[in-house]
């Protein structure tokens, strides 16, 4: 019995010496090659493998215990620096934004750049809450539309442009899609092409209520 303890705890103690290697390779690593692990991140947001469920929240999380930590080893919360943005849209949106004020300023609020929690409620039957909150706060749609009168929401826009044509944005695009279809919120989208007329990106916009 004594021996299979010791031999326990010496697979235990090399099981720890390990994941302690790992988590300190894995941290400096990541502070390394930070932006292609963004870029290779975003790639796999979404799918169902060994990276997405394993690989990158334990690099996230060894990345969050390192920038919490002083030198004194203690949690401290960090202080981000940021700068202003020029262009709070791109230029494909700036126009959109343009002509859909155009369009149907004189009867709706053109709002830009609005996150799905903002007229979504989760609260819905059957399903954990903050879950599904954390699902949708973070995803946006280009543009939505609001009555003048109690500014209740009353159409999704999105502009696709040359950004939706990535891997990544397809798949976070269908997934908005299904969102909004399952709240039975009209959606619709648009191309650069269909703001040359006035006119008939208006009717556009009356036929998707």
């Known amino acids: 019995m004594e021996i299979v303890l010791h031999i326990l705890i010496a697979i235990g103690t090399i099981v720890l010496l390990l994941l302690t290697v790992i988590g300190i390779t894995t941290a400096i690593a990541f502070f390394i090659l930070r932006k292609k692990y963004y870029h290779y991140r975003d790639l796999w947001k979404g799918k169902k ?3 997405s469920v394993v690989i990158f929240p334990f690099i996230e ?59 979504l409620d989760e609260h819905t039957k059957g399903q954990k809450w903050v879950a599904a909150l954390r699902h949708i706060n973070q995803k946006s749609v280009d543009f939505l539309l609001c009555d003048k009168i109690y500014l209740n929401p009353e159409l999704a826009i999105e502009l696709d442009d040359s950004t939706h044509d990535r891997e990544d944005r397809r798949a976070r695009d269908t997934e908005v899609e299904r969102i ?24 556009k916009i009356l036929a998707a209520f």
């Open 61 to 119: 999380w060894v990345a969050g215990v390192v920038d919490y930590s002083d030198r004194g080893g203690e949690y401290t919360k960090p202080l981000y620096r940021y700068t202003t943005k020029k262009f709070f849209l791109t230029r494909p949106e700036h126009d959109c934004f343009n002509a859909l004020v155009q369009a149907v300023g004189y009867k709706y609020y053109v709002l830009p750049q609005v996150n799905l929690d903002k007229f």
């Open 180 to 203: 909004l279809n399952d709240a039975h919120f009209p959606l619709l989208r648009i191309h650069y092409s269909d703001l040359s007329s006035s006119e008939s990106l208006k009717q």
């Open 49 to 51: 493998n060994f990276f």
